[in-house]
């Protein structure tokens, strides 16, 4: 068992921090901790995000998922885990009283016993781990403390997912901002040629002309360079930083 699950965790590790398609990445994390933990568990990931909830899970998992995504905390235990920042556990579905109707609707899938952990990095709860069992008191408290275990793990791989996910964006976006800006930079050199006028001037009649024609002043700039070039301005070269090189002792 252990084996199994140092064997997971290292996989998870690989997954989570290459693969860049969100959906994809939460059903192949759930197939690895389904193998990892005994007992033929089902999986299921839940990633919270400002845009909505995002699920994937393990073989027999998707209509418990999709299920769940439409109920709120009071309603499903997978919610209150996020909500609350606590797990959850159902040693016996058949005896269960919270969450009105939904014991009865996991019966029908042949649920019987389930723990959901949050799914946390430096205290924020990003997520849950559902494990669904076709079994009652599966979850014994050696398996709820490897859940907890691969939940901590996971919520670590997640947030450096997310980060690198921000980072990418805003780079994206500040290329897009040079770009803009050297085109701007080369049609403003453009009007101060043809004008005889300063940068400032020229600057003026540049956002004055965006204005009359109803579009940004980045567009235009392109628009000049083309007239007078006859192609539109070639890519910003990006010098891209290197790591440091190591120095080898003697």
Known sequence: MADDLATGLSELTTLLLHRG????????????????????????ITLSRAQGAMAGGSVGTQPILREESRLSAGQAPSAQAIATAQQVFIPDVTQEQRWGTYPRRLLAHGVKSVHIQPVSATGEVLGALSLYSNHVHTFTAQLRQDAALTAAHIGVLFAVGIEAARQAALTDQLRAALASRSAIDQALG??????????????????????????RVAELAVEIIEAITGRAPGPVHFAEPQPPRQRHRR
């Open 21 to 44: 398609d969100v959906p994809e990445s939460l059903c192949a994390a759930a197939d690895i901790v389904a193998r990892m933990l005994p007992d033929s568990l089902m999986v299921g």
């Open 190 to 215: 453009v009007l101060m040629a043809e004008r005889r006028c300063t940068r400032d001037a020229a600057f003026t009649v540049l956002r004055e002309l965006s204005q009359r024609r109803n579009i």
